[in-house]
């Protein structure tokens, strides 16, 4: 069984990946997802400056998934734009993608142009879903912000790119954003990112389970798993076919990342298994892929991408 993938001219030997934010942060990091069985990785969310982020604890495992309020801690654009040089240089063959997340819109255009006027020749993520920086809103609720945003940057920006986006709950998001995002030359769209300040309580303490924000924090891990599906699924029965799905959210096994292709991804990202697990995650959820697909009588991804089946 093949695991092969593509967005655009951009060919993966594998659908798996890891989620921004997600053991990402270091070069250490990078270089261990890197050297792991994932098709490809994607860098921190950076800001142009490098910013601390939020104070700890800051991140907790849950029962079934995590909470996270991190605050965009990064060593900045140039650390994550200069790993992502030397990389295609040492991995022609796999292509990664460079993620950044502003805090405002002049951030987000310098940003672009940086990388614009680089070398750089892999996929930009453009994150419009940070949950967790105190004071700034998710971009990706705001649908003429969004529109705003987009309208900007494809003003002079050329290089491969795509969103990363919030989880919608209503049609009617799915259909106003849909249409935002097909007037733009995006190569993917990434749903989603975790399930913005939910609250968890220590029973012992009767504490909420992380500082920032009052205890407010991104959900992600099983808790999620839905509602991404919904939004991959939602996605691919809106958007130009040219625009390729992330599936992310609520991967903790073989079956799950399947069922994020049959509605409709074409790479998964995970993101708190891959926390709990370390890059190891990699080749557990690689073997189980194949074991369904062997089971159901598939070769290949494209043979049950976006495959789903609905009662009439
Ligand atoms: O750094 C974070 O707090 C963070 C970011 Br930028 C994001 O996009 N999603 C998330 O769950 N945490």
Do not use: W
């Not at 969310?45 to 995590?66: D, F, I, V, W």
């Not at 940086?114 to 700034?136: A, Q, R």
């Amino acid at each position: 069984t093949d695991l092969h993938t593509s967005i655009d001219e951009f060919q993966f030997d594998n659908v798996f990946m890891n989620a921004s934010g997600v053991r990402c942060y270091t070069k250490d990091e990078l270089d261990e997802l890197a050297e792991s069985d994932a098709g490809t990785l994607v860098t921190k969310s950076a800001t142009q400056a490098k910013r601390l982020g939020n104070p700890s604890p800051r991140y907790a495992r849950l029962e079934l998934g995590s909470i996270n309020s991190m605050g965009l801690p990064n060593e900045g654009l140039e650390y994550y734009l200069d790993y992502a040089l030397s990389f295609q240089k040492a991995h022609p063959d796999k292509p990664i993608f460079l993620s950044v997340a502003s805090l405002s819109m002049e951030e987000n255009l310098a940003m672009a142009h940086t990388i614009e006027d680089s070398d750089f020749n892999g996929l930009v993520e453009f994150n419009l879903s940070c949950p967790n920086v105190p004071g700034k809103p998710q971009t990706g609720y705001d649908f003429d912000r969004t529109q705003e945003v987009l309208t900007n940057l494809f003003s002079f920006f050329t290089k491969p790119a795509g969103v990363k986006l919030p989880p919608y709950f209503d049609l009617a998001q799915f259909d106003q954003m849909a249409a935002i995002l097909n007037q733009f030359p995006l190569k993917f769209v990434n749903s989603i990112n975790s399930l913005g300040n939910g609250l968890m309580i220590d029973p012992e303490t009767d504490t909420a389970l992380i500082k920032p924000k009052g205890g407010f924090g991104g959900i992600g891990g099983a808790y999620a798993k839905p509602i991404a599906l919904a939004n991959v699924r939602a996605f691919a029965q809106r958007l130009d076919p040219k625009i390729r799905l992330i599936g992310t959210g609520g991967v903790t096994n073989g079956r799950d990342a399947y069922d994020l292709i049959l509605a409709g991804a074409s790479l998964v990202q995970v993101g708190t298994l891959l926390q709990e697990e370390g890059p190891a995650a990699f080749t557990r959820l690689t073997r189980e892929l194949r074991a369904v697909m062997q089971t159901k009588g598939y070769n290949a991804i494209s043979d049950f991408k976006g495959q789903l089946k609905v009662l009439s």
